[in-house]
C-alpha cells in the first residue's frame, strides 16, 4: 500500500500556484515538470505531489523510495527495528527502518504509524510485485491471498486508503527502487478509465519526481552521463512531442531501423530501463526541450 513519513495532507498546497484541473482530464506535463525542475527542498517536493493528488482528483498519491542497492535481497526486505523502540516519523524520514529512505504523499499520519508498527512494509503486495515488474501496476492484479495481506487490505480500508490504486516502479542509478502510487475508491470501470487516460502521463512524472528526489538527497552525487549526439537528441525530441517511431524516421529523413539505433544508443547513454524513461530523463536533464 506504499507509505513513506509524510507531512501533514494539507500543510503546503496553499502555497503552489497550480490550477485544479478536473478528473479524468490529460494533466498539464508544461506545468507539472516546471515545477519539478525548481523544487529546492523535500517540503517543495510534497508541495508537488498534493497538487498532482487534486489535479488527478484521486484520493492519495504518494512517492516512496523503497531501497537502494543490498537492501533488497529477492524482493523482501531486511528485518526491522520495532517502531516503538528505534523510529521516529519527522516529515520525509522514518528512523530505523532499512529500505525505506525517504517519501511524500497524501496519507495520513495514523495510517503511516500502523503500517510501521505492523511492519506491513515486509508484505506489502504492492511492494513485492511491483520490485518483480518495471511497467504500471494495477493492484487488482496483485495476490492479495496470504493472511498478511488481507489484513493489509483490511487496515487499509479502515483508513481510507481506497480498494483501487496503481503503482509505477522506478529504477535508479545503483540499484534504487522507487515507486509512485495513486489510489481512489471509484467502481471498476471508472479505475479502468482512470489509467487508460492516465497511465503515460504517470510514468513520467514518476522519473522525474525520482530524479528530483535522488538531487535532494543528501550527499547524492548525480552519474556522469555520456553526451548525446545532436541525431540522439533529435530523437528523443520527437518523441517527446508525441511522434511515433514511423514518424520520427520520415522527419528526419531515416529508416525506422536507423531511427532505433539512435533511440536505443541515447537510452544507453541516459542509462534508462525503457524509451520512456530515456525521453523523462532528457527531460528532466534539460537535454532537450518540448
Not at 495510517?111 to 506491513?120: A, C, F, N, P, S
Not at 512494509?121 to 504500471?136: A, E, N
Not at 490504486?165 to 482512470?194: K, Y
Request: a negative charge; proline letters at 4%.
Amino acid at each position: 500500500m506504499m507509505i513513506p513519513a509524510t507531512l501533514t495532507e494539507d500543510m503546503w498546497i496553499s502555497e503552489l500556484d497550480l490550477m485544479p484541473m478536473k478528473p479524468n482530464r490529460p494533466l498539464s506535463l508544461e506545468v507539472l515538470i516546471e515545477r519539478i525542475g525548481h523544487v529546492q527542498s523535500q517540503a517543495e517536493l510534497q508541495e508537488i505531489v498534493v497538487a498532482l493528488r487534486d489535479a488527478l482528483g484521486v484520493r492519495h498519491v504518494v512517492y516512496h523510495w523503497v531501497a537502494t542497492s543490498g537492501e533488497m535481497n529477492g524482493g523482501a526486505l531486511p528485518e526491522q527495528i520495532s517502531i516503538r523502540d528505534a523510529a521516529t516519523i519527522k516529515g520525509y524520514q522514518v528512523d530505523g527502518y532499512r529500505g525505506q529512505h525517504f517519501g511524500c504523499g497524501t496519507y495520513e499520519p495514523a495510517w503511516i504509524q500502523l503500517y510501521l508498527e505492523k511492519g506491513y512494509l515486509r508484505t506489502d503486495p504492492v511492494i513485492l510485485g511491483c520490485y518483480q515488474r518495471f511497467h504500471p501496476v494495477d493492484w487488482r492484479r496483485l495476490d492479495w491471498s496470504s493472511k498478511a495481506a488481507r489484513a493489509l487490505a483490511a487496515d487499509a480500508a479502515a483508513h481510507g486508503i481506497g480498494h483501487q490504486g496503481l503503482s509505477v516502479p522506478v529504477r535508479g542509478p545503483f540499484g534504487q527502487f522507487a515507486l509512485l502510487s495513486v489510489s481512489d475508491t471509484c467502481e471498476d470501470a471508472a479505475w479502468d478509465d482512470f489509467i487508460e487516460t492516465h497511465r503515460q502521463t504517470l510514468i513520467l512524472l514518476a522519473h522525474y519526481i525520482n530524479d528530483k528526489a535522488l538531487d535532494l538527497q543528501p550527499g547524492h552525487n548525480q552519474e556522469l552521463l555520456q553526451p548525446l549526439s545532436p541525431r540522439e537528441l533529435e530523437a528523443m525530441m520527437l518523441l517527446a512531442i508525441g511522434y511515433s517511431r514511423a514518424q520520427a524516421a520520415k522527419a528526419l529523413s531515416i529508416s525506422e531501423h536507423t531511427f532505433r539505433v539512435y533511440v536505443e544508443s541515447a537510452r544507453y547513454k541516459l542509462q534508462a530501463q525503457n524509451t520512456t524513461h530515456a525521453v523523462a530523463r532528457a527531460l528532466a536533464r534539460g537535454l532537450i526541450v518540448v
